[in-house]
């Protein structure tokens, strides 16, 4: 567990910009020692592994839970059922299919779509257009709360391209008036600092290697 860095990186932090603990692979034991130091918000990205993390330490009422992995569709229902938080929605399909069951389950999942502002062939996300040419259909959707949007820089980009590519869905959430933007991870956090993130999703910056 690299707690020095946990803490040193939250004492750098803005106001405005919050830790989300990557704490897929790594223990409940391990989450529960962080959660100790006060971290409260963990992402998962595998939906039965964190079920069953969730249960181990669901007497911890502080915990906030985000799924951060690609959506399956077999898997949204339990997803929207366990998670305040998705910030992986990266089409409109998914959209409309987590508005149907958040409305049938009595949930509102605060949401962060994903978009794609590179040609990268394994991210997915929402064409940038296409998200603000459906917008003003996408905000009538009932049960769900759009917070903002996330991202996913391609591995291998320099200081400045990974700055140039955070800069630009800073500038779409703005135009979509949205609050929040998810992006940045433990070798790009800097960068996504400097242009506006609103979430950082660290993992082995601060668990260390994982264990599981």
Not at 1 to 20: A, D, F, G, T
Not at 69 to 95: A, P, T
Request: charged residues 30%; proline residues 2%.
């Amino acid at each position: 567990m690299e707690i020095s860095n946990y803490l040193q990186i939250k004492k750098k932090l803005p106001l405005n910009v919050r830790l989300l603990a990557v704490s897929k692979g790594f223990s409940s034991q391990e989450i529960k020692y962080i959660h100790n130091k006060g971290q409260n918000d963990f992402g998962e990205s595998r939906f039965q592994e964190a079920f069953e993390k969730q249960n181990l330490l669901k007497d911890f009422k502080n915990i906030k839970w985000h799924f951060i992995g690609r959506l399956q569709s077999n898997k949204i229902r339990k997803i929207v059922q366990n998670f305040e938080y998705i910030h992986s929605v990266d089409s409109y399909e998914k959209l409309i299919k987590i508005s149907k069951i958040s409305c049938e389950s009595n949930k509102n999942p605060l949401i962060m779509l994903q978009v794609k502002l590179s040609d990268d062939p394994s991210k997915g996300g929402f064409n940038p257009k296409v998200l603000e040419e459906k917008w003003d259909q996408i905000k009538q959707f009932k049960s769900i709360t759009i917070k903002g949007l996330m991202t996913i820089n391609p591995k291998g980009l320099s200081s400045k391209e990974n700055f140039k590519l955070f800069k630009e869905c800073r500038k779409l959430a703005d135009s979509l008036e949205l609050d929040d933007c998810s992006m940045g991870m433990s070798e790009d956090w800097e960068e996504a600092v400097d242009a506006g993130s609103t979430w950082l999703r660290l993992g082995s910056i601060i668990f260390g290697n994982r264990s599981i």
